[in-house]
């Protein structure tokens, strides 16, 4: 199959770990008879510099016109004062929206090699931790109005019956391929949306009665997350509660550096993504996991292109290089090191040896 990719590489350690993905991408097409082509996509802080506008027109239409979009990560302090409209991440919001990509899912599992990196308490993490987020992308406050008048600012949170319907089908039927639990998040004590979202949801349940279906309230989950993380299955939320929720679910698994996300709306082209940002705190040292990247790119194999072996095969290369005791400095416990048990590797290593894992 021959397909072409949108690579956003971006800035702070998006270059490197994207570097890695692509290595890993050319031995796949190489192993199983695939043509992966890269269309460069300036986006982010270095496309402010270079263009003026942190996603130009022209570099949108190529990820629009691509079969799917690889992203790095984008933002950095040195653009911390340009204006909102103007800031890195803004590139992002119009990214995900002029791809119209509504649904992100964001996968909470632990590996079994990582489970003492879990800042969780051992017994918490032996029951398992294993479920998905689903988070609403394109609509909410983060798209609402945003004003400042004088001394007060207003941020819109807005949601239709048909936005919530659809990421909610997306739910369901993730849940429906997974242990049928899906849990609703939503502050219908407080918010207009929230009970709209809750009636949505439970009209959809009808359609999808294999599937159990629960509401919880983004306090109690924000909670539950942390006490009893084995309770769930999947999570369907809204924008701004899914981007909260999915950054502490992927803390407990250890690092934010193993977890891929991938974005999807119409159609087969998706955005697929590491769910950090760029660190620049360690950019250009080689020592950033590209872990992240990697599954990011395997999850593309998987949901847009149809390669499931090729997807697995990923995915089991990355388990057998920490089988292999193999740990980039953000999965090595200070313990762990001072013992000798496990081999710390780079950036760039740690890309090569899942390359020699692959078959
Ligand atoms: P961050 O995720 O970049 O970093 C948080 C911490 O995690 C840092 O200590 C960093 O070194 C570490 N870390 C992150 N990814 C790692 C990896 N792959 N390997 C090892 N360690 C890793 O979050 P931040 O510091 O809050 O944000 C930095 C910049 O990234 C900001 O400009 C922010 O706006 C931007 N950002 C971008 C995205 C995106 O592009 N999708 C997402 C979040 C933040």
């Known amino acids: 199959m021959n397909k072409n990719i949108a690579v956003i590489r971006g800035d702070g350690i998006g270059p490197e770990i994207i570097a890695e993905a692509l290595k890993v991408l050319d031995k796949i097409g190489e192993l199983y008879g695939h043509k992966f082509t890269y269309t460069d996509v300036d986006m982010g802080g270095c496309a402010i510099d270079k263009w003026g506008d942190p996603l130009p027109q022209e570099m949108l239409e190529k990820c629009i016109n691509s079969d799917s979009v690889l992203l790095g990560a984008v933002g950095g302090d040195k653009w911390n004062d340009v204006p909102g409209n ?12 002029g791809m119209g990509v509504y649904s ?80 609703s998040v939503e502050k219908s004590n407080v918010l207009d949306s929230s009970r709209l979202w809750k009636k949505v949801m ?24 942390v006490k009893n993380p084995a309770q769930f299955d999947v999570i369907v939320t809204e924008n701004m509660f899914g ?43 080689d020592i950033a996991n590209p872990i992240g990247t990697i599954l990011s790119a395997a999850m593309m194999l998987r949901f847009s292109f149809n390669m499931e072996k090729e997807a697995d095969a990923i995915e089991n290369a990355v388990s057998k290089v920490l089988d292999m005791g193999y740990r980039t400095a953000d999965i090595m416990p200070k313990d762990v090191e001072e013992a000798g048990k496990c081999k710390k590797i780079g950036c760039s290593e740690c890309g090569s040896l899942i390359i020699d894992n692959l078959n």
């Open 104 to 183: 992100n899912n964001r996968p909470a599992k632990i590996w079994k090699q990582l489970s003492s990196a879990s800042p969780l308490r051992k017994e918490i993490v032996d029951e398992g931790i294993d479920f998905i987020i689903v988070r609403e992308l394109i609509g909410g406050i983060y798209f609402g109005e945003h004003k400042t008048e004088g001394d007060t600012a207003i941020d819109v949170l807005r949601y239709s019956e048909a936005e919530i319907e659809r990421i909610g089908r997306i739910g369901f039927e993730t849940a429906r391929k997974r242990n049928k639990k899906l849990c």
């Open 86 to 97: 103007m800031r890195p991440e803004k590139g992002l919001l119009r990214l995900r929206a």
């Open 243 to 285: 981007d909260i929720l999915s950054d502490e679910a992927s803390m407990i698994t250890g690092s934010i550096g193993m977890i891929p996300s991938s974005s999807l709306g119409a159609t087969s082209c998706g955005l697929y993504e590491p769910i950090h940002g760029s660190a620049p705190d360690i950019a250009g040292k």
């Open 202 to 225: 439970h009209k959809l349940k009808d359609e999808y009665p294999d599937v159990e279906l629960s509401d919880m309230l983004v306090d109690n989950c924000a909670m539950q997350i």
